[in-house]
């Protein structure tokens, strides 16, 4: 037996092992859907109920990522709103205040 044929030996004792193997990295080659988020988590959503029902800070948007939260509320003109949303979302989250941003909500959203 020479070396090509010993070589077809061992891929024909190997087939099934390399075609599954084939086939499983052709499904991590797929996409996996739209990057955009079209409805919020429900971390999102509890944390933007708990903040719409806190004292001055108003109707709120809430968005988590992997690398911080964003809150749009009516109140963030307020120094102390703010903190107070910064402190919350710190709590509940466990990002510091530098992945933290709270943006004040358009009067006509």
């Known amino acids: 037996m020479d ?8 891929l024909e004792k190997f087939k099934y092992p390399l075609l599954i193997l084939l086939i499983g990295l052709l499904f991590m080659l797929l996409p996996s859907g739209s990057a955009k988020r079209s409805e919020p988590d429900e971390p999102d959503l509890r ?4 903040l719409s029902c806190t004292e001055g800070i108003g109707e709120t948007r809430v968005l988590i990522s992997d690398s911080g ?10 120094p ?6 910064i402190r919350a979302v ?8 530098d992945k933290i ?3 004040k909500m358009a009067e006509n959203s």
């Open 3 to 10: 070396e090509k044929e010993k070589a077809f030996a061992k």
């Open 80 to 85: 102390r709103v703010r903190l107070d949303i």
């Open 101 to 103: 941003t709270v943006l």
């Open 90 to 97: 710190g709590s509940y989250t466990g990002f510091g205040s």
């Open 47 to 50: 944390l933007q109920e708990l």
């Open 69 to 78: 939260v964003v809150v749009i509320c009516r109140g963030a003109e307020n």
